[in-house]
């Protein structure tokens, strides 16, 4: 099977662009400038046999000198050049799952930008569907395959946990926005590769507050409150497909006055007004704006109550008794 790819020494690493030398057989390595996790991509060695016979001598020997460009572009890192190419033999060739499979390839390494999303991460998923329609048993197209998917998942990954905060250590609308397409990139590796690990990150991040990305949804994104919930009932049935037993994380952090009032996220009376909030705040014209603005205070007085005895009396008898009140009656009504 190695001999089916093109062997290479060094390959960049698609977050910092540093040259990594490859010394062994191994698939999987860390940049050990910005720690970033990296599948090797080879690409795939290309033949004319397809198409002996049904080209002129003068016509094989530009196919052939195509083919090598091809390969000796893409084995230099001039993936450019390599993408140019690789339409120019698909124009001769439109049936060659190898072309196509390095066109992925190709694709993979022209997208490696932040601003380049899910929806560009599309086409690499359409191009290895094309190769594998073409030809079903191929030995080198599902380690392509699996090697890309977990290459955008550590990209996404390495890109969204290095986002950079404001000085208010929240972030900025334009980078929320990233945010999200970088969590959907995962979405696209699991559809270019079924490993669930992907979809089960994704819902960790989107369980938000407590989650890995502590401050992305108490900072304003919960105004994508309801795509966030969208997004994650998807990943959640999808996994479920594969591991019916997956049980997807807890909310966290949610109601951080209450939570940090009663010192337990899932103390009765907090589990009471996420309640409240999740089927009837939420439910209003006006509660996602409250719940925004809640979001932004709330956590801010939580970081206070939290570490007083005083406060979190205070707060009990102000502000968490009165309010689980309110919401019996509310639900009496
Ligand atoms: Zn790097």
Redesign the pocket.
């Known amino acids: 099977m190695e001999n089916q790819f093109v062997q290479i020494t060094s390959q960049n ?1 698609h ?2 662009g ?1 040259s990594i030398q490859i010394s062994s057989n191994t698939d999987n390595l860390k ?1 050990e ?2 720690e ?1 996790q990296i599948r090797i991509l080879r690409p795939v060695k290309m033949n004319e046999e397809s198409m002996v016979g049904k080209l002129n001598d003068e016509d094989m020997k530009k196919y052939r000198n195509m083919l090598t460009i091809l390969e000796n572009s893409m084995k230099a890192g001039n993936f450019k050049e390599g993408y140019d190419y690789c339409n120019k033999a698909l124009e001769v060739d439109p049936t060659s799952s190898e072309i196509w499979e390095n066109k992925a390839i190709c694709s993979f390494w022209l997208s490696t930008k932040r601003d380049v999303f899910s929806s560009q991460a599309k086409e690499i998923v359409t191009y290895l569907n094309t190769a594998k329609s073409y030809d079903a048993n191929s030995k080198t197209l599902p380690i392509t395959s699996k090697n890309i998917a977990w290459d955008l998942y550590s990209l996404g990954y390495i890109w969204l946990h290095t986002t950079p905060k404001m000085q208010n250590g929240g972030f900025l609308w334009t980078d929320i926005d990233k945010m999200f397409e970088y969590v959907k990139l995962w979405d696209t590796a699991f559809d270019i590769y079924n490993e669930t690990h992907f979809l089960k990150e994704a819902v960790i991040e989107f369980t938000v507050a407590d989650g890995a990305v502590v401050n992305w949804l108490d900072k304003g994104v919960l105004q994508k409150y309801p795509l966030t919930q969208k997004l994650k009932d998807t990943y959640i049935k999808k996994i479920q497909k594969i591991e019916p037993s997956y049980v997807p994380p807890k909310k966290k952090g949610f109601c951080f006055i209450a939570t940090a009032t009663m010192g337990s996220y899932d103390h009765p009376e907090v589990m009471e007004l996420r309640n409240f909030r999740d089927n009837w705040i939420l439910e209003k014209n006006w509660g996602e704006g409250f719940v925004t603005w809640y979001y932004h205070y709330g956590s801010i007085a939580a970081k206070f109550i939290e570490k007083s005895l005083v406060l979190k009396r205070i707060c009990y008898l102000l502000i968490v008794k009165p309010l689980v009140y309110l919401t019996r009656i509310v639900k009496f009504k």
Do not use: V
């Open positions: 690493c977050n910092c540093a940049c400038y910005c970033t």
